[in-house]
């Protein structure tokens, strides 16, 4: 099946810092990619949608200036979590869905976990 | 979004069925039912997803009752390496193509 890779698989940062995460799809073109946030133990939450090209879309409730997300190729988002505190700590986890196949078949990344020191 | 719900948890003994009941009673008629499963640390799989009819596939096999209110996903041999949290999902047919988790149901396969 197709691959999906994020950049770092972990991290850890002071308070105040900017962190970026990367999200590639490695064999097919993204249109689409998603970006979660999952606490311990709880289920995955939808962060937003980031179309190739254009603005993300994000859902209620989630700051985006707090969670930036560029989405500049049809093979990579980032999400720069900035000015970090340690409730921003968690599990994210983006997926990438083939434009071209015409598929909604979601390609999820392995996670990255963030610790704010 | 249509909701969905499922059992917290369930157990299965190794190379023994399972079968996992997903409730969506408010499902609208182009919604599809999507399957993942998430094991400890890593993002979720993709597991099977349908329609109307039943479907089959090298994982799993969907069951997908006559009026579409709940579903059934069944793993025909438990292995160890199946133990995770199963999600069941009902994604709309709007472009975006999102998916929104719900609580999902923990299994344990006891050897």
């Known amino acids: 099946g197709a691959v999906v890779s994020q950049h770092p698989s972990r991290v850890i940062c002071k308070s105040g810092t900017s962190v970026k995460i990367e999200c590639r799809s490695l064999d097919f073109q993204a249109t689409t990619m998603f970006w979660y946030r999952q606490f311990p133990k709880k289920s995955l939450m939808l962060m937003a949608t980031?179309?190739?090209?254009?603005?993300?879309?994000?859902e209620q409730g989630v700051e985006k200036d707090k969670f930036l997300i560029n989405h500049a190729s049809l093979t990579l988002s980032t999400l720069t979590v900035t000015s970090a505190h340690p409730e921003d700590s968690s599990f994210y986890i983006c997926?990438?869905?083939?434009?071209?196949?015409?598929?909604?078949?979601?390609?999820f990344g392995p996670g990255t976990r963030l610790t704010v020191t | 979004d249509a909701k969905t719900t499922q059992p917290n948890s369930m157990e299965s003994n190794e190379e023994e069925p399972v079968h996992l009941p997903c409730n969506h009673s408010?499902?609208?008629?182009?919604?599809?039912i999507h399957w993942y499963r998430q094991l400890p640390s890593q993002g979720p799989e993709y597991v099977i997803h349908g329609l109307t009819s039943n479907v089959n596939n090298r994982m799993a096999s969907l069951a997908i009752a006559e009026d579409r209110k709940s579903s059934t996903l069944i793993l025909h041999r438990a292995t160890l390496r199946d133990a995770a949290v199963y999600y069941c999902?009902?994604?709309?047919?709007?472009?975006?193509?999102?998916?929104?988790f719900g609580q999902g149901t923990t299994l344990q396969v006891k050897p």
């Open positions: 408010t499902i609208s008629g182009t919604d599809y």
């Open positions: 999902i009902l994604r709309g047919s709007s472009n975006t193509g999102k998916l929104i």
């Open positions: 997926s990438a869905r083939d434009g071209t196949s015409g598929s909604y078949e979601q390609y």
């Open positions: 980031s179309n190739e090209g254009s603005k993300a879309t994000y």
